[in-house]
Every structure is written in structure tokens, then in C-alpha cells.
């Protein structure tokens, strides 16, 4: 297969390849971007479905852990209310004869306590219709010099006598309870369990004077007081301390830290079931819509049942945690169609990109066909013109030989008349005659040098060049040219044919000098890396530089060289046979003027493997017919 065989194969062997790969990416390009696309999105929704889910998980735990939280705190509230209450009844309990002074004492402190809702504590005594002044009479005596008693229609009044006011606001000194059933059941509950009391939610009758906007549902603590023992009515009811708690002041103080503004809070009295009461409503922003997330439990408070209720606020999801599912949601959804964008446009260029290849492909294959059918028209042509000039060539000689055959017969004939214009002109006839042998000659091996195949033998190039010296020097008798030559090497080539390269340059360098002087020659060869090369160096008229290429074309003569025989065809019949063994030929200037012919040849392989380098010393064969 030929190297252009070859190459032609590659192309097409790519060429289908684009082909292929080009119909593979049209068609997979969309699929792979929408397969992209479905992927990405399903990929986005597991992921924002899973962080939804974990999200809704923590929402639960942080519900879970806020009515904890807020049930802990209430209930640790209210026990501290309860348990204080406790102690200062205990303590009023100790008292022999009880004075506003005393209760102040005892009191002072509750203020610096931090008891977040708590109104008042008032001590209550009990007193029927009959012993109204009695009482008032008694308490004044005691210190309580502002005291008016404001009973009402019970059986039992049931008289603040003593307060201690912890909101700055006025006090329910002198008010009789039995007004309201709430404080009187919480304190009949206590006189009855002998324990703190919570009453049923109601608005603090005290607080029934404000405006409505300020009022309250509140309860009331109730503690019993018994005479303490080693007094005179020693363990004796003497009535009750009442710690008034405004509920949503309580809740809100309290749950402040705990609900950090999250989380509505509602306290509900569920102690008898169907007369539910509202304590406290605690609203700390928009309430969720989520029902899921609502929370309730039930605590217990001072012989009472409370119902606590929790619901995240709009600022409980303000994190902006609940939404983060429907960010990703809405990223991944974005970087899918991103990406599956990315991914056609990639694919559909580089599918552009492999049609331009496969037009190109197809092109230069058209072009590779051309190129081959013109070479192969080419070389049919060359043949045909080859075998041609040769027929013409071989079918010329033999007239030309005829024509001198005659001509010799008519100067013999007429040797005996000396007829100088007859012998002139047959002179000429013949000399004509020659020059177109001698241009039949070159047409004949012009045409033979580029083709058939080379008898390959070794040539001493020392031999050969003397030979050719000999043959065109030995019969000159003036002008006989100087010709030197170094110690030549031994050649692989056609021997023929190389006798013909040489002969022509030799030739040349002897016939192209100034009329009247004799040719100086010099021939020598050195060898440069693969090739041998052997240069005909002369002194003679010399190429001009812009001709020193178009000598080597088919009859094409320099200037300067009119007034020289010739026929063009010689540095033609070099060159072809130079480039059909391998080498090339060129034309320089000489040093010191002439023309240098350099051609190459390759080295020939060395079978005793010695180095095949120039022998030193001059040509012996030259040296010998000097
Ligand atoms: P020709 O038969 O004319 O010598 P060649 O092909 O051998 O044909 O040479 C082509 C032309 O190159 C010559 O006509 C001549 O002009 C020029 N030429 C060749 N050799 C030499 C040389 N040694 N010195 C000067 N000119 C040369």
C-alpha cells in the first residue's frame, strides 16, 4: 500500500469514526440532558424532602422540649408561692397577738423577692354579722388604724385586716371575700386540707375598681393560719394569708426566659370538668398554623389542675430553618436545569464541531480522489509520452544512420573531384547529422534515466572518474584541462548510469570555460551522515543564482551558454537519475568563481562492516594518466 494509500485509508477510517460518534451524540445529546435534568430533580427532591422531614422531627423536639421547659418553670413558680405562703402563715401562726407592726416585719422582705404576678398578701379573718366592729374595733387596736370593714350580705365575712401591697397599687384592706366565691372557696379548701390553696381564676375584687383594659384573671393563694402551740388559742383557725397572683403577669414574667418570645402560652383552671376557666393568655406573636406542633399538659397547683397549652409563633420558625427545605428545593431545581442546560449546549456543540470535521473529512477525501485519479493520469501520460520519445527516438537513429552511410558514399565517389564547395556542404550535412544523433542519444536516455530498475553494483568512483578524464582529455591537443581530484570512494549505484551523471558534469565543467583557456576541475567527495556527497567544482563561465535551478529542467539552457554545443537535456538526465537512486543535485557558486555540482547518494551498506569513510591522498587512477 503507498503512503498517499495509506494516509487516504486514515481519513476515511477518522472520518467514519466522526461519523458515528457525531450520530451517537445527536441523538444521545437531548436524552442525556433530559435524563440529566430528571436526575438532578429527583435528587432534589429526596434531599428537600429528607431535611423537611428532619426539620419537622426537630420542630417536634424543640416543642417537646419547650413545654418541658415551661411546665418545669410554672410549676417551680407556683411551688415557690406556695411553699413562701407556707412558711409565713407558719410564721404569722407564731405571733401571740398579731399587730400591723408585725406584719409588716414578716412581709418586708416579700418585696425584694422577685415574685413576678403577686398583687398583694393580706391577712383574712373570719367574723359573723355579729362581731363586724368587733373585729374592726380589734385590728385597729393592733395598728391597723385606717382599717374600715366593708362586709356584705354572707354568713361568714371573711375581712382583710391586714395587707401588704407588692404592685404599688391601692389595697384590699377592709374588704370582706365572702363577696367573691372564689377566695372563699380557695380558703375554705385550706381551713378544710390545712394546705395552701389555689383559688378558681377570677378578677381580684381590689382589681374590679381599674379599668377594664388593666384588669386581670388572677387567683389567689390561700394559707391557713393556725395559733401556733404555747399560745392561748394554740392550734386554732385565726384566719388566712391570701397572696393574690394576676395571671398573665405570672406567666409572662415567669416564661419570659423559658418561651423567649416564641411560643403563646395558655393557663387553663381545668379542676372541674365543664366549668374550665382561662388564667392566663399569653400571646407572644401570629400563632402557626400548624396544629401538629401545639403541646399541652396538665400540672397540679395547690390542690387546683391546670391545663397548660403551648403554640410556636411566627417567630419560632423566624430561623428561617423551616423554609431551608424549600431553598434547597428551589437550588436544586435551579442547578438541574443549570446543568442539563450546560450539558446540551456542550453536546451540541461539540456535535457542530463534528459535522464541520465530517464536511471537511469529505472534502479532502474528494480532494485525496482527485489528486489520486490526476497522478495516476499523469503517470499514464508520462509513460505513454516516455514510450513515445523512446519509439521516436530508436525510429530517428535509424534514417540518421542511413543518412551518413550515403554520405560517405558520395565523398568517396567524389574524392576524385576536388569539389571544395561539395565538400563543404557535406561537411555539414554530416556535422548536422551528428548533433542529431547526439540529441537522440540524450532523448533516449533521458527518458531511460527516472525509470526501470537500477543494476545496484559497486563503483570505485576513483576508476570511474579516471576513465571519463581519459576519455574526454586524450585526444586534445591545446587547452587540455587541469583537472585534480581527491582519493574518491567506492559507491553502490548503477554503474551505467552514474558513469552518465559524471561524464556530464565532467563534460560541462571542460566545455562551459572561456574560449582560449583551459578548464580547471576539481572533484572530490565526503561523507555526510547517510549520503555521500561528490561535488564537480569548476573555474569556468558559471550559472547566474535566479538559473541555477531551471538548468536541471528539460532544455533549458543558461545565458551565456549560446556559443557552446549543447542540448539542454544533460543536468536533466543527471538529475533524474540522481533522484532515482535516492539523492538530489544541485548547482552553487564555486569559490573564486565557476560552478560547483554537488550531488548525493546514499552510503552503501559495508559488509565487512568497516567504516566506509573518503580514503586520504589524491586519485590514483587521475594521478596515473596526468
Ligand atoms: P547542455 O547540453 O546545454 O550542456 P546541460 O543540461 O548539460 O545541457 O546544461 C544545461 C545548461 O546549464 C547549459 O546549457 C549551460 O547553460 C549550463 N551549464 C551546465 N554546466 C555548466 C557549467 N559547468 N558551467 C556553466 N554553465 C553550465
Given at each position: 500500500m503507498s503512503r498517499l494509500d495509506r494516509d487516504t485509508a486514515g481519513v476515511v477510517r477518522s472520518a467514519a469514526r466522526s461519523r458515528i460518534l457525531g450520530r451517537l451524540g445527536g441523538t444521545g445529546g437531548v436524552a442525556l440532558a433530559c435524563a440529566m435534568l430528571a436526575v438532578g430533580l429527583i435528587l432534589t427532591v429526596v434531599a428537600a424532602g429528607a431535611l423537611a422531614d428532619a426539620q419537622r422531627r426537630e420542630a417536634d423536639e424543640r416543642m417537646d422540649r419547650h413545654l418541658e421547659v415551661v411546665r418545669t418553670v410554672l410549676a417551680g413558680e407556683t411551688y415557690?408561692?406556695?411553699?413562701?405562703?407556707?412558711?409565713?402563715?407558719?410564721?404569722?401562726?407564731?405571733?401571740?397577738?398579731?399587730?400591723?407592726?408585725?406584719?409588716?416585719?414578716?412581709?418586708?422582705?416579700?418585696?425584694?423577692?422577685?415574685?413576678?404576678?403577686?398583687?398583694?398578701?393580706?391577712?383574712?379573718?373570719?367574723?359573723?354579722?355579729?362581731?363586724?366592729?368587733?373585729?374592726?374595733?380589734?385590728?385597729?387596736?393592733?395598728?391597723?388604724?385606717?382599717?374600715?370593714?366593708?362586709?356584705?350580705r354572707a354568713d361568714e365575712h371573711r375581712f382583710v385586716v391586714l395587707t401588704r401591697s407588692l404592685d404599688g397599687l391601692s389595697t384590699a384592706l377592709g374588704l370582706d371575700l365572702a363577696a367573691a366565691s372564689e377566695p372563699t372557696g380557695a380558703m375554705d379548701t385550706a381551713r378544710r386540707t390545712g394546705q395552701v390553696a389555689a383559688s378558681q381564676a377570677y378578677v381580684l375584687l381590689r382589681d374590679r375598681m381599674l379599668p377594664?383594659?388593666?384588669?386581670?384573671?388572677?387567683?389567689?393563694?390561700?394559707?391557713?393560719?393556725?395559733?401556733?402551740?404555747?399560745?392561748?388559742?394554740?392550734?386554732?383557725?385565726?384566719?388566712?394569708l391570701?397572696?393574690?397572683?394576676?395571671?398573665?403577669?405570672?406567666?409572662?414574667?415567669?416564661?419570659?426566659?423559658?418561651?423567649?418570645?416564641v411560643l403563646n402560652v395558655t393557663l387553663t383552671d381545668v379542676?372541674?370538668?365543664?366549668?374550665?376557666?382561662?388564667?392566663?393568655?399569653?400571646?407572644?406573636?401570629?400563632?402557626?398554623?400548624?396544629?401538629?406542633?401545639?403541646?399541652?399538659?396538665?400540672?397540679?397547683?395547690?390542690?387546683?389542675?391546670?391545663?397548660?397549652?403551648?403554640?410556636?409563633?411566627?417567630?419560632?420558625?423566624?430561623?428561617?430553618?423551616?423554609?431551608?427545605?424549600?431553598?434547597?428545593?428551589?437550588?436544586?431545581?435551579l442547578a438541574s436545569l443549570l446543568l442539563a442546560g450546560l450539558v446540551l449546549v456542550l453536546v451540541t456543540s461539540r456535535d457542530r464541531a463534528l459535522a464541520r470535521v465530517e464536511q471537511a473529512t469529505a472534502a479532502l477525501q474528494a480532494d485525496i480522489?482527485?489528486?489520486?485519479?490526476?497522478?495516476?493520469?499523469?503517470?499514464?501520460?508520462?509513460r505513454e509520452l516516455e514510450g513515445f520519445a523512446a519509439v521516436a527516438a530508436h525510429d530517428l537513429k535509424s534514417p540518421l544512420t542511413v543518412i551518413m552511410g550515403y554520405c560517405e558514399l558520395v565523398e568517396d565517389r567524389l574524392a576524385d573531384r576536388s569539389d571544395q564547395q561539395v565538400n563543404t556542404w557535406l561537411s555539414r550535412v554530416r556535422t548536422g547529422t551528428r548533433r542529431m544523433q547526439h540529441l537522440i542519444d540524450d532523448l533516449l536516455n533521458y527518458a531511460a534515466a527516472g525509470?526501470?530498475?537500477?543494476?545496484?553494483?559497486?563503483?570505485?568512483?576513483?576508476?570511474?572518474?579516471?576513465?571519463?578524464?581519459?576519455?574526454?582529455?586524450?585526444?586534445?591537443?591545446?587547452?587540455?584541462?587541469?583537472?585534480?581530484s581527491g582519493r574518491l570512494p567506492v559507491v553502490v549505484a548503477d554503474p551505467d548510469r552514474l558513469r552518465q551523471v559524471l561524464d556530464n558534469l565532467i563534460g560541462n565543467a571542460i566545455k562551459y570555460v572561456r574560449h582560449g583557456t583551459a578548464a580547471q576541475i576539481d572533484i572530490n567527495a565526503e561523507q555526510d551522515g547517510p549520503m555521500w556527497r561528490i561535488s564537480v567544482a569548476d573555474h569556468g563561465i558559471g550559472i547566474s543564482p535566479d538559473q541555477r535551478d531551471a538548468v536541471f529542467g528539460a532544455f533549458n539552457r543558461a545565458r551565456g551558454s549560446e556559443g557552446y554545443p549543447g542540448t539542454g537535456l544533460g543536468l536533466a538526465i543527471c538529475r533524474r537519475i540522481v533522484n532515482h537512486h535516492?539523492?538530489?543535485?544541485?548547482?552553487?557558486?564555486?569559490?573564486?568563481?565557476?560552478?560547483?555540482?554537488?550531488?548525493?547518494?546514499?552510503?552503501?551498506?559495508d559488509p565487512a562492516g568497516q567504516d566506509p569513510a573518503v580514503p586520504g591522498g589524491e586519485n590514483p587512477a587521475l594521478s596515473a594518466s596526468k
Open positions: 415557690r408561692r406556695v411553699e413562701l405562703l407556707g412558711h409565713l402563715s407558719a410564721a404569722v401562726g407564731t405571733q401571740t397577738n398579731l399587730t400591723a407592726q408585725d406584719f409588716e416585719a414578716l412581709t418586708f422582705r416579700l418585696s425584694y423577692r422577685g415574685l413576678a404576678g403577686v398583687s398583694e398578701v393580706g391577712f383574712v379573718v373570719s367574723a359573723d354579722d355579729a362581731h363586724v366592729q368587733a373585729v374592726q374595733r380589734a385590728w385597729r387596736g393592733r395598728g391597723v388604724s385606717d382599717l374600715t370593714v366593708r362586709p356584705v377594664t383594659s388593666r384588669q386581670q384573671i388572677s387567683f389567689i393563694l390561700a394559707a391557713p393560719v393556725y395559733a401556733a402551740g404555747g399560745t392561748a388559742d394554740a392550734g386554732l383557725l385565726r384566719g388566712w391570701l397572696m393574690g397572683v394576676r395571671g398573665s403577669d405570672f406567666i409572662n414574667n415567669t416564661l419570659q426566659p423559658a418561651s423567649q418570645g379542676s372541674v370538668p365543664g366549668q374550665e376557666r382561662r388564667i392566663a393568655d399569653v400571646h407572644a406573636g401570629a400563632p402557626l398554623a400548624d396544629a401538629r406542633l401545639h403541646r399541652e399538659t396538665t400540672l397540679d397547683a395547690a390542690g387546683r389542675r391546670w391545663k397548660l397549652e403551648i403554640q410556636p409563633t411566627d417567630r419560632f420558625a423566624s430561623t428561617g430553618d423551616d423554609r431551608l427545605h424549600l431553598v434547597v428545593l428551589g437550588c436544586g431545581a480522489e482527485q489528486r489520486q485519479e490526476v497522478e495516476i493520469r499523469l503517470r499514464e501520460r508520462e525509470n526501470g530498475s537500477l543494476e545496484l553494483a559497486e563503483v570505485d568512483l576513483n576508476k570511474l572518474v579516471g576513465d571519463i578524464v581519459t576519455e574526454r582529455t586524450s585526444h586534445l591537443e591545446h587547452d587540455r584541462p587541469h583537472i585534480e535516492g539523492g538530489e543535485i544541485r548547482a552553487e557558486d564555486n569559490t573564486g568563481g565557476g560552478s560547483r555540482f554537488v550531488f548525493t547518494l546514499p552510503v552503501a551498506p
